[in-house]
């Protein structure tokens, strides 16, 4: 499913509101979240996971072509744990062989 | 500092798109509802900018308890895995940790 797929199938639950609502609110939505995440803050969604950052210690990496030292430096990245339910649906689908 | 939780995403909806409270609720539930039911239908999910959402199937490996040493196999599974997209991995490499306050 692809981003302006959710965005049908979302406008299909939502018959209430247009498409171009439901568009400007998927944005919102996950420009909320990137801009929690770049601030530091972690994100909490029941039955569905948490998003937090990961520390990335600085470390002298290389250019693969060249064989280069490239000092990189310490940085952080997202980390996504599924929560309990998503777990379980996910994999309950493979027990159902799909 | 708090977390972000549904409860502000739904408040933000509210403010930007000025949804009803009961709308913006709404909202944002069957946001994380699709995208749950689409990864529990074995389908990736794939948002241009923040990420995509991976779906991995495990063989069982053998395990241990670590309270008991005992010897337990870890059954075959399906996980979720998350891929950062590059927009969101850039706006996240800049924070500069917590620091002093």
């Known amino acids: 499913m692809t981003k302006s797929e959710l965005i049908e199938r979302l406008?299909?639950?939502?018959?209430d509101l247009s498409v171009k609502d439901v568009e400007l609110a998927v944005k919102t939505m996950l420009d909320h979240m990137t801009e929690a995440l770049s601030s530091g803050e972690r994100i909490e969604i029941r039955g569905f996971g948490s998003f937090s950052l990961h520390y990335r210690a600085p470390r002298v990496g290389r250019n693969p072509k060249t064989g280069q030292a490239v000092e990189l430096d310490a940085k952080y990245v997202p980390h996504f744990k599924p929560g309990k339910d998503l777990r379980e649906q996910v994999n309950d689908s493979m027990k159902q062989g799909r | 500092?708090?977390?972000?939780?549904k409860a502000e995403m739904a408040e933000r909806l509210f403010e930007v798109l000025g949804l009803n409270k009961r709308e913006a609720k709404d909202m944002v539930e069957s946001f994380f509802d699709e995208v749950r039911s689409c990864l529990a239908s074995n389908e990736q999910v794939k948002l241009s900018g923040f990420g995509n959402f991976d779906l991995r199937d495990k063989r069982q490996r053998p395990g241990r308890n670590p309270k008991t040493?005992?010897?337990?196999?870890i059954s075959a599974r399906r996980v979720v895995t998350f891929r950062p997209g590059q927009k969101l991995k850039d706006k996240v490499e800049t924070y500069a940790g917590p620091g002093e306050e």
Do not use: D, K
């Open chain 1, 11 to 15: 406008a299909m639950r939502h018959e």
């Open chain 2, 1 to 5: 500092m708090g977390s972000l939780t």
């Open chain 2, 69 to 73: 040493g005992e010897e337990v196999p």
